[in-house]
Structure formats: structure tokens, C-alpha cells
T-cell receptor, first 115, second 110 residues
């Protein structure tokens, strides 16, 4: 089935470690996004990419890095510089055709916790 | 910041229609109204969106007032599985991000 796959579902990190969250989509979508959600809060944009080999910072990019080497994949690395990484991380994608009104579709998220 | 106002919580009986209101009085002409819902520990699920006409799909109906300053999401026959947080979002075409507010926590009661 077509969709967005995030892995792993749960991830634990030790202090000082970098961790990478996976996001893969087989929807042939051009644009991909990473959001962060804290308990009881809405989503905040970390990074987004509209095309392969290009990406832009969102509202809370500090302490995070991304790459977009393939259209299907948009991995997020949470670096040791991110001081409060415990959160629920959501990946989304959408068709990007200039000024498209098509909605973003989300994966089921990765819950990251610090040991 | 979110451009919408929604009630914090609502209850609805199973089998009845659930009507979720949303105020977006500052919406501009090229902004769409999107509705998503999020069940605990899952990613947001897209429900429906519209510009100015009423819209219906297999999940819900969206009623937008003529002045576009408010809208209502209607779940025609609510089930227990519709219990979730519902988000109303306004966004212009091609926007890079969706701004999620606090949403409405809808509880469907047996």
C-alpha cells in the first residue's frame, strides 16, 4: 500500500549521542517535512524539502540535520546539540506542484526518549 | 501562530452527528481550510479541505460560511473510533508548513 513509513516507532538515546530517524514514502511526492510534537502541544516544523538535494530550515531547526538524496527518503538526525530532544517526531509528504493545495499526509511517528 | 479558534473539548453520543466548529475570522482569499485528526500516539490523519464551497467525502462534510470566517466539520454518524483531537488549519496554496493549534478533543460516548 502507498504511504509514509517512519522507523523505528520508539527510539532511546543516550546523552551526547546522535540518532537518525527514518522516513520513507512511496507516494511519489515531491515535498517532505519533519515536525516535532511535545505533549499536549501542536506540531512545529523542523525542516522541509521540496526537491531532491534541497531543503530548508523550519521554525526549530537548531540541533537537527537532514538530507534528501532520494525522492523517497528524508532522514532526520537529532544531534547532541539538541538539548531537549525528547518528543514525538512526525514526517509528512505532499505533492508539490508550485502552488498546490493538496494536503500533507503523515506517517505514524517516532517517539524519542533520552536515557 | 495558529489562525484558528476551536473549543477545547466536545462530547458526542455514538451514532449521532458530531459538529465541530472552527473560527478563522482573519482568513485571506487564497487560504484553504484543512481538517486533520490525531488519535493518541499516531500521526495526524487528513480528513478534508475546502476553499469556499461545501465539501463532502467518505469521512466527513465541511461547511464553510459565506463570509469564510468560520467552518464546521461534520462527522455524520460518529463511532467510538472517531474519538481524537481534531485540528482546523488555514493555509494558503503552496504553504511550506501547517500550523497546528491546540485542536478540539472530541470524545464519542457509547
Amino acid at each position: 500500500d502507498g504511504g509514509i513509513t517512519q522507523s523505528p516507532k520508539y527510539l532511546f538515546r543516550k546523552e551526547g549521542q546522535n540518532v537518525t530517524l527514518s522516513c520513507e514514502q512511496n507516494l511519489n511526492h515531491d515535498a517532505m517535512y519533519w515536525y516535532r510534537q511535545d505533549p499536549g502541544q501542536g506540531l512545529r516544523l523542523i525542516y522541509y524539502s521540496q526537491i531532491v538535494n534541497d531543503f530548508q530550515k523550519g521554525d526549530i531547526a537548531e540541533g537537527y540535520s537532514v538530507s534528501r538524496e532520494k525522492k523517497e527518503s528524508f532522514p532526520l538526525t537529532v544531534t547532541s546539540a539538541q538539548k531537549n530532544p525528547t518528543a514525538f517526531y512526525l514526517c509528512a509528504s505532499t505533492i508539490w506542484a508550485g502552488y498546490s493545495n493538496q494536503p500533507q499526509h503523515f506517517g505514524d511517528g517516532t517517539r524519542l526518549s533520552i536515557l | 501562530d495558529a489562525k484558528t479558534t476551536q473549543p477545547t473539548s466536545m462530547d458526542c453520543a455514538e451514532g449521532r452527528a458530531a459538529n465541530l466548529p472552527c473560527n478563522h475570522s482573519t482568513i485571506s482569499g487564497n487560504e484553504y481550510v484543512y481538517w486533520y485528526r490525531q488519535i493518541h500516539s499516531q500521526g495526524p490523519q487528513y480528513i478534508i479541505h475546502g476553499l469556499k464551497n461545501n465539501e463532502t467525502n467518505e469521512m466527513a462534510s465541511l461547511i464553510i460560511t459565506e463570509d469564510r470566517k468560520s467552518s464546521t466539520l461534520i462527522l455524520p454518524h460518529a463511532t467510538l473510533r472517531d474519538t481524537a483531537v481534531y485540528y482546523c488549519i488555514v493555509s494558503f496554496q503552496g504553504a511550506q508548513k501547517l500550523v497546528f493549534g491546540q485542536g478540539t478533543r472530541l470524545t464519542i460516548n457509547p
